[in-house]
């Protein structure tokens, strides 16, 4: 007895579904919505201040000790530090199966460790991880607050009353509030006067300390009025009566043992500490409070929380106090939101009206928006499952997986409703994997382009997946409860002659078969014409033949006076390809006529992102930049003179000032609303570089809006490179000196720089060096470190004494020299100092000279790390010789442990940016193995990846007759278009196979060409669909980087390939070979 298959019932699929549908729609609000995806790179960065120190100072105290211990954690790639005057960092590459959260902890108990043995006067080490080109954990809303009092009473204040109040909204990360900087107390000394008392800086800070010391001196028991006994801790301190700090409360005693006041001894100011950087909005030190959200936090839920706490807060401000938000990165969210409802509306509204038109049932347009609607709920509760984040980039990938989504439904529902099956269900399931294998290439691309585009791919790949079940199972229910589908029985003769998208009448379609079978029987009899148009329209890259083949050079150890045998094949190509006959008469010629679209795409497209202006709002940038040796308080006098320049325009709504040090500070400048797309920008910026230069003082860089202007003037630091390592500072730093000597005897090379760092420009940075008359210091028994403590006082400052506590708040205390403002180098050479009775000018016992040095200490791998760069004037292949025999020669005597390498300029970029393209060729296997599962062919599926040059075809044409600039987004249009673009083949090719298997009896050019009936109108929906879904990119006021260069290649390669279906297929197929 044969048993009814059990299956759900259409109503039941469809009750399923609504609930998945309510599911996720409810589940859709606890997405997180931020700006910026937070994946972050294996790169964490370690930053540290030592105000007043040298770079030798801190790289000794700080940075090496940092090294030491951070280097023993597991999984480190790569450490680099840089220790430059009064700060360092150290950089720190992570492997990529490493969990950079785990590392981070790990890093700071490391610091906390550590943090003991630093000197004092050394801030605390802050560690950040670095995320993808911008920074997700930067900032989401920061407010500026203003009040008639001094800077740091309104940090205070904010700190104690808004940041507390802040700091309980949840999905806050963190809450920094600055503007203003610490007081301390300054002690400025006459050097002068220390010496007629006999007393050194020593004696002074010993005083000091002394009187600040709290010594624990054990545990004593004593007995309460009730008699009984306690513990307590017994401290030696000193006797504070004051709550500021006074000088005449402590004695110093020289060595003679006369006692003074320190009174007497120095001057005392209590001052906010010194900047060493200035912020500024509209001109105005104000105090700002940024907050940084949660990583997985929805930025605009948590911009409305904080805004509305901060207008209940607002109410209670004491008199005088104002805050104003500066910026809100929520508002741009909900700019970029508004584009893709807009893009998604615009695509979803013309698709319909197109399916409208097309089928004129107004029941299946509500059949594929309510499958969308099913698909994006459902699949937000797998985007909350996985943790996906909505940014800018999935957000945008949601854009474009609508159109993928809808072909699916277009596809399975005209078969349904057409033959009354889904046995197009395994085409369809074929060609989504080949789109998920297109996807699927960006998890092996580069770490900073995954970053970015993880999310993006991920959200295409679920809601694909999710189409899949959608298309097989609510599709079909919602037919049939929709009644879409009659119930009538179709003849065979009925379904062979249906009717395709805009042809009416059987004469019609009569007429079109006869023309396109002529079509492909003409093509098919001049095949060899039409496959090698096609192939010269793809381009065969004899433009890229190198114009010799040369021996290959090792990097280093290659002799290059030892001759090579080249060989036999090597001299014919130089005979041929590489004479000058060819070079000069065939190759102009050839490339053209051989090069096809491809030659244009290589040579004439420009490589290279959209600059982004607009992205955000439009907005100019002032640069100034001083010469080394500049102090910040100079640039900070001259870019103010700017600022009160711009201030004085109204159309100017904000804008920012960051004086980084002493040699630059940058403003950036933003306009009111209705000024943003007119001509005032414009004119501004003509104004602007006016006053750079009726201004002067500086180099000053004006860009933004077109063109920029600069007035620096730099010197090229030289193309040709080389890098040194070692493990001693100094030792290295004379081999460097040595090589220079040796470089500079080539007469070809005039000057030789040495930094810690390759530059395009000279660095212009100094220092005075001592070069000591060692007999002259044994003739006045003077020792080169006593020396250098009898000078040291005279030009010290920032001496860090200690902390005054006062009401918990700590107030250090710092030694200044009044001389060190007073006396220049020449005061310092005839200075007459004295040492053991022994009277002495610097200029007797040292030469003084000044002359450039590297201004940072690179270390590579705790490897010190010198850099050589010079310009030599001769052929590359002559300077490439020069450099790798001086390498070579310099590497057989050095000591071990120290090495020289060579660093071409050149194209690096293309061997790394190009090898990425090999990535197509995995998608081609991906795209063979999947239909040939399909097709039960090894043969089919070589037919379909033959289509794929075809549509790339359109990409090169569309770069290159548009002028578009190809970046990131270029190559993901061709990934894309390699899993899109066969999908149309695949459906007409499957159904071709069905004809076949069902009707043996009909020749192969029948049997493609009912295929072609059947198939075309919902392939050229898809098509459509697809293009549609791609225009919202391309419409704006300017063209976005990544995006414009993926919709237009996108577009461009569609359509060549819808042209490739109607010709080349049944060409490839090879249904016009007649039979007997």
């Not at 808004?162 to 300054?186: A, F, P």
């Not at 005209?414 to 294998?437: E, P, Y």
């Not at 197509?920 to 999947?930: E, G, P, R, V």
């Not at 987004?969 to 196979?993: H, K, Q, R, T």
Request: proline share 3%; with cysteine.
């Amino acid at each position: 007895m044969k048993k009814n298959k059990r299956r759900l019932s259409p109503f039941s699929i469809i009750i399923i579904f609504v609930c998945l549908l309510l599911l996720g729609l409810f589940m859709a609000p606890q997405l997180p919505v931020k700006l910026n995806p937070s994946k972050k790179q294996p790169l964490v960065s370690i930053s540290f201040n030592m105000k007043g120190q040298s770079a030798r100072v801190i790289e000794m105290e700080v940075t090496s000790k940092l090294e030491a211990m951070l280097n023993r954690i597991d999984g480190i790639q790569s450490l680099n530090s840089y220790s430059s005057n009064g700060s360092g960092y150290i950089l720190i590459r992570l492997s990529e199966h490493i969990n950079p959260d785990i590392v981070r902890f790990e890093i700071s108990s490391i610091i906390r460790q550590t943090w003991p043995l630093l000197p004092k006067g050394v801030s605390y080490p802050s560690v950040s991880m670095s995320g993808t080109e911008e920074e997700s954990d930067r900032p989401f809303i920061r407010y500026i607050i203003n009040a008639p009092t001094s800077s740091i009473l309104i940090q205070d204040y904010v700190e104690n009353n808004i940041k507390t109040k802040l700091s309980g909204i949840k999905d806050i990360s963190h809450i920094e509030v600055n503007g203003s900087y610490r007081m301390i107390y300054k002690l400025t000394y006459d050097f002068g006067q220390l010496q007629r008392y006999k007393i050194s800086v020593n004696d002074i800070k010993s005083a000091i300390q002394l009187y600040l010391n709290q010594e624990f001196l054990g545990l004593g028991r004593i007995e309460r009025e009730n008699g009984q006994e306690e513990w307590i801790s017994v401290a030696l301190t000193s006797e504070m009566q004051n709550q500021t700090f006074d000088p005449s409360d402590i004695q110093v005693k020289n060595n003679e043992g006369t006692i003074i006041s320190l009174s007497q001894l120095v001057y005392i100011s209590f001052e906010e500490e010194e900047a060493s950087s200035y912020f500024r909005i509209n001109g105005l030190n104000s105090i700002y409070l940024s907050i940084t959200a949660d990583k997985a936090a929805n930025q605009l839920l948590l911009s409305n929380q904080v805004q509305d706490l901060m207008k209940i807060i607002e109410t209670s401000l004491p008199v005088g106090y104002e805050f104003h938000l500066s910026y809100n990165a929520s508002e741009y969210i909900k700019t970029e939101i508004n584009k893709i409802y807009f893009r998604s509306g615009t695509t979803i509204l013309v698709l319909l009206c197109f399916i409208l038109i097309i089928y004129r049932n107004l029941k299946y347009s509500f059949l594929i928006i309510i499958s969308l609607i099913t698909n994006i709920a459902i699949a937000a509760i797998f985007y909350y499952l996985l943790k996906i984040e909505l940014q800018m980039f999935s957000l945008a990938g949601l854009t474009i997986s609508l159109t993928l989504i809808i072909d699916n439904t277009i596809i399975i529902s005209d078969q349904i409703v057409q033959r009354g099956n889904t046995k197009s269900f395994w085409a369809i399931l074929t060609a989504t994997i080949t789109t998920i294998g297109a996807l699927v290439i960006i998890f092996f691309m580069d770490a900073s382009i995954r970053g970015k585009l993880l999310d993006f791919a991920w959200i295409i790949i679920i809601n694909l997946i999710i189409s899949l079940f959608i298309a097989i199972l609510l599709v079909p229910a919602l037919i049939e409860q929709l009644n879409i589908i009659s119930k009538k029985k179709r003849s065979q003769n009925e379904e062979y002659c249906k009717l395709t998208s805009f042809i009416k009448g059987k004469k019609s379609l009569i007429a079109f078969h006869r023309v396109y079978k002529s079509v492909i029987l003409f093509m098919y009899r001049k095949r060899i014409w039409f496959i090698s148009i096609i192939v010269l329209a793809f381009g065969l890259p004899v433009f890229l033949l190198p114009e010799k083949i040369e021996m290959k050079e090792n990097k280093i150890t290659q002799e290059f006076e030892q001759k090579q045998t080249i060989g036999f094949w090597s001299d014919l190509y130089n005979d041929t390809f590489g004479s000058i006959f060819y070079k000069e008469i065939i190759k102009p010629v050839s490339d053209i006529i051989l090069g096809g679209t491809m030659r244009l795409f290589v040579q004439k497209v420009q490589n290279g992102s959209y600059l982004s202006e607009g992205r955000e709002e439009t907005s100019l940038n002032v640069t100034a930049s001083l010469p080394n040796g500049s102090t910040i308080f100079q640039m900070n006098s001259l870019i103010e003179k700017m600022e009160n320049y711009i201030i004085g325009y109204p159309e100017v709504k904000q804008f920012e000032t960051f004086v980084e040090n002493g040699k630059r500070a940058s403003i950036r400048i933003f306009f009111t609303k209705e000024y943003q797309r007119g001509q005032f920008p414009h004119i501004l910026k003509q104004e602007l570089i006016s006053k750079a230069l009726e201004l002067g003082g500086g180099s000053w860089n004006v860009y933004g809006l077109g063109d920029g202007f600069n007035n620096d003037v730099k010197e090229q630091a030289g193309t040709s490179r080389i890098k040194l390592l070692g493990y001693s500072y100094d030792d290295l730093n004379a081999l460097a000196l040595v090589m220079k000597d040796s470089l500079l005897q080539h007469q070809r090379i005039k000057e030789v720089s040495i930094d810690s760092r390759f530059s395009w420009y000279k660095n212009d940075y100094e220092e005075f060096s001592f070069d000591l008359n060692k007999e002259r210091l044994s003739q006045g028994n003077i020792l080169p470190l006593e020396l250098y403590h009898s000078l040291t006082p005279m030009f010290d400052r920032n001496i860090y004494v200690g902390d005054w506590i006062n009401n918990e708040k700590i107030e250090p205390i710092f030694l200044y020299s009044k001389q060190v403002d007073e006396l220049d180098i020449w005061n310092m050479e005839n200075y007459p100092g004295k040492m053991r009775n022994t009277e002495y000018k610097l200029t007797d016992i040292a030469d003084i000279e000044k002359g450039q040095v590297p201004q940072d200490i690179a270390k590579e791998n705790q490897q010190y790390r010198l850099c050589l760069q010079y310009e030599y004037i001769g052929s590359p292949q002559q300077s490439r010789y020069v450099m790798e025999k001086t390498i070579s020669t310099f590497n057989k005597v050095v000591p071990l442990g120290y090495q020289a390498e060579s660093d071409l300029l050149g194209y690096w970029w293309n061997e790394e940016g190009n090898s990425q393209y090999w990535l197509l060729l995995l998608l081609i296997a991906i795209i063979f193995f999947t239909t040939s599962i399909l097709f039960n062919s090894l043969s089919q599926p070589l037919i379909i990846i033959f289509i794929i040059p075809i549509s790339f075809v359109g990409v090169f044409l569309v770069f290159y007759l548009f002028e578009l600039n190809f970046d990131q987004g270029g190559f993901a249009a061709f990934i894309l278009l390699s899993g899109i673009s066969v999908n149309a083949n695949i459906y007409i090719l499957d159904e071709y196979n069905n004809i076949r298997k069902k009707w043996p009896g009909v020749t192969p050019i029948k049997a493609y060409i009912q295929a072609w009936d059947r198939k075309i109108r919902p392939i050229f929906l898809t098509i459509v669909s697809t293009i549609l879904g791609f225009i919202p990119f391309m419409i704006g006021d300017y063209k976005e980087a990544f995006w414009f260069p993926l919709a237009a290649g996108t577009i461009g390669g569609l359509i060549l390939s819808f042209i490739a279906l109607f010709f080349f297929l049944p060409l490839f197929i090879g249904v016009g070979k007649k039979l007997n």
